[in-house]
T-cell receptor, first 118, second 114 residues
Framework: GAGVSQSPRYKVTKRGQDVALRCDPI?????LYWYRQALGQGPEFLTY????????KSGLPNDRFSAERPEGSISTLTIQRTEQRDSAMYRC????????????????FGDGTRLSIL | AQSVAQPEDQVNVAEGNPLTVKCTYS??????LFWYVQYPNRGLQFLLK??????LVKGSYGFEAEFNKSQTSFHLKKPSALVSDSALYFC????????????FGAGTQVVVTP
């Protein structure tokens, strides 16, 4: 499809397990972003990439969270040793943009992955 | 630090009436402001943005927003609301120190009744 694709749409796992969330951005989009959205709240920034370079990871809550985009396209957000407080909607977005320039292009969001930790 | 505030949790309007969703911001430097809409079980959809230029910005689906620097506001407006406009609306500001980072407000639920 033409939009940002995230998989899985829903993930239920037991506390302590590792999870990997996938994001396939819009073709040709340089920048890719991860956000987390709690129920009734706006999205909260986690991290973003320009091509394969992670530009800002200041929003990752702790070292259990990591993200990669090794070939500058698909990205994976990994949460190790999950905890119940990690339950949320995880959203990926992508935008046109180029490194070294202010990225004022709109971010286009996928439908998200609903993560539930039991 | 930058922030946005959406003072109304919910806005109720009758179909055909004007719709306004309020947003105020706080940011150092020039503000880069965005509005998004979220439908149930869907991702956020971009509506419009203000970067520079005219204070009245026109966007998708008949929406527009007015940037007011003195009041640090960026209210979303639509002259005649439709039932299909019922959704969750988010205002966002770009972090001037991190080019890719958007700071979102808590959202405003819009309910348009027939």
């Amino acid at each position: 499809g033409a939009g940002v694709s995230q998989s899985p749409r829903y993930k239920v796992t037991k506390r302590g397990q590792d999870v990997a969330l996938r994001c396939d951005p819009i073709s040709g989009h340089v920048s890719l972003y991860w956000y987390r959205q709690a129920l009734g709240q706006g999205p909260e920034f986690l991290t973003y990439f320009n091509y394969e370079a992670q530009q800002d990871k200041s929003g990752l809550p702790n070292d259990r969270f990591s993200a990669e985009r090794p070939e500058g396209s698909i990205s994976t957000l990994t949460i190790q040793r999950t905890e119940q407080r990690d339950s949320a909607m995880y959203r990926c977005a992508s935008s046109l943009g180029s490194p070294g320039h202010p990225n004022n292009q709109p971010q286009h969001f996928g439908d998200g992955t609903r993560l539930s930790i039991l | 630090a930058q922030s946005v505030a959406q003072p109304e949790d919910q806005v109720n309007v009758a179909e055909g009436n004007p719709l306004t969703v309020k947003c105020t911001y706080s940011v150092s430097g020039n503000p880069y402001l965005f509005w998004y809409v979220q439908y149930p079980n869907r991702g956020l959809q971009f509506l419009l943005k203000y970067i520079t230029g005219d204070n009245l910005v026109k966007g998708s689906y008949g929406f527009e927003a007015e940037f007011n620097k003195s009041q640090t506001s960026f209210h979303l407006k639509k002259p005649s609301a439709l039932v299909s406009d019922s959704a969750l609306y988010f205002c966002a500001v770009r972090d001037p120190d991190s080019w890719g980072k958007l700071q979102f407000g808590a959202g405003t639920q819009v309910v348009v009744t027939p």
